[in-house]
């Protein structure tokens, strides 16, 4: 197989600074060990958009492999929230991945959709979107930096 046929390419769509304040446990039992961390605030920006991150959204992360947070091995994280463009767009995202619990906190894959109304922003509601997601302080809470790529 020719390596041109498995490089892929990606455009840089906006980085995300993410606020997450709260962090509630709901706890753990044999489907997993689940958290709800909700989302406070935030900012964006990208070469085509910026604006920022509404408040009220959540990422709903669930650990696997034991009861409590020392015991999980694994995590699914979903979070759904909600951007407000700097001309007063507003554009859903759904942003889902998995990864190891390491006591190094790597970054995390997602994979995020959005659901943005027809006209200037369209263009988010197609394609193969990445993210790349780590541990950041955000306005002084703790928080996630996000940069998604579109893949071309």
């Keep these: 197989?020719?390596?041109?046929?498995?490089?892929?390419?990606?455009?840089?769509?906006?980085?995300?600074?993410?606020?997450?304040?709260?962090?509630?446990?709901?706890?753990g039992n044999a489907f997993g060990y689940l958290k709800v961390i909700q989302i406070s605030g935030g900012e964006f920006h990208g070469e085509?958009?910026?604006?920022?991150?509404?408040?009220?959204?959540?990422?709903?992360?669930?650990?696997?492999g034991g009861l409590t947070e020392e015991e999980v091995t694994s995590r699914f994280v979903f979070a759904k929230y909600l951007l407000k463009?700097?001309?007063d767009v507003y554009i859903a995202i759904e942003n889902a991945g998995y990864k190891l619990a390491t006591g190094e906190r790597p970054h995390i894959a997602t994979t995020p959709r959005f659901h943005a109304p027809k006209g200037k922003y369209d263009w988010?509601?197609?394609?193969?979107?990445v993210g790349s997601l780590e541990p950041a302080e955000v306005n002084g809470v703790r928080g996630v930096n996000i940069h998604i790529y579109k893949l071309l």
């Design 48 to 64: 085509l958009l910026s604006g920022e991150v509404v408040p009220g959204g959540a990422d709903w992360n669930m650990g696997y």
């Design 124 to 129: 988010l509601n197609y394609g193969v979107f």
């Design 1 to 27: 197989m020719s390596s041109e046929l498995t490089k892929l390419d990606a455009q840089h769509v906006m980085h995300l600074q993410v606020a997450c304040a709260e962090r509630p446990v709901v706890g």
């Design 85 to 87: 463009t700097d001309d």
